[in-house]
């Protein structure tokens, strides 16, 4: 590993990043998640992901949105590296410069195309700190971005032809998670070569029972959320996530509104949320879309009146 360049990314992201201990126990991992990270993340996803960690392979996280796609890559990278991971929000214009490093112009014009002109970005900066990278929306980008990355986790190496020089990852802490919601409009297909290369792992929305407990662990103290009004919320969630929506809401969105509730039921002067806060809440988090508040309004009436007539 080229020295000078150690100490420029260490210059540049060094400073920032998180550190800790790494944790590659998935049992461990499992009760950190839950204990620091607030997460609840089945033993089998993380013994997974793990294990295709070991075998140098990257995984895919796939499913609709909101359901801790991107937040659960981003802690276990950090929990297996010991360091905070790079996050690359995908989109079309991605391409080497923009991931792996580039020159600056000025720079470059007074001292040429050298070390010290070039400016490492998010995946050769990783490499170097043996940290991971979350990919998000992978399908966002194009196929020749795709098989960039795929090539660099492969080979875990990275060739700037501009510098001659090679850079190698020096642990096991450079690992990649891709996330990618397959339902979404305006995105491209994954191929089958990188279909074949990925470890895929499919995410979909909680159950009822766990879904009403990451509400709350994820919300405020206070004032509380009675179990009535967690129920409440979550049997809404569910019903518009089968419903003709445009927007499905996610558990984010879920914890969301029930912050919110919160808030509203402070201001309020209230010790605990009760389900008119909740309905009070709910529109500024669940209508996205204007055609979706019709539907959205009648769900809210009808399991509002149900709640209280039970």
Known sequence: MDEYMERKVEEIYGKTIRRRAPVRNPRVAKRILEDEYKL??????ITLVYAAFYNGRPVLFEGPPGTGKTEIGQALLELWSGKEPFILPCSENYDEYRVIGDFHPLIAMKKGFTEESFIPRPILSALILDTGVLIDEIRRSS???QNMVLDIIDKRRIIVPELKKLFKAKGLGFQVIFTSNPEDIGQNELSDAFLRR??????????????ERIVNMRTLDKPSLPAGTVNYMVRVIDILRQSNILYKPGTSDLVEWGRL????????????????????????????????????ESVLSRERDESLAG
């Open 40 to 45: 609840v993340v089945d033993e089998k996803t």
């Open 143 to 145: 196929e020749e971005f």
């Open 198 to 211: 990925v470890v895929r792992i499919e995410f979909s929305y909680p159950r009822r029972e766990l879904e």
């Open 261 to 296: 509730a919160q808030l509203v039921a402070k201001i309020l002067g209230k010790e605990k949320v009760e389900i008119d806060d909740a309905v009070e809440a709910a529109y500024a988090v669940l209508v996205k879309r204007p055609e979706d508040a019709d539907t959205v």
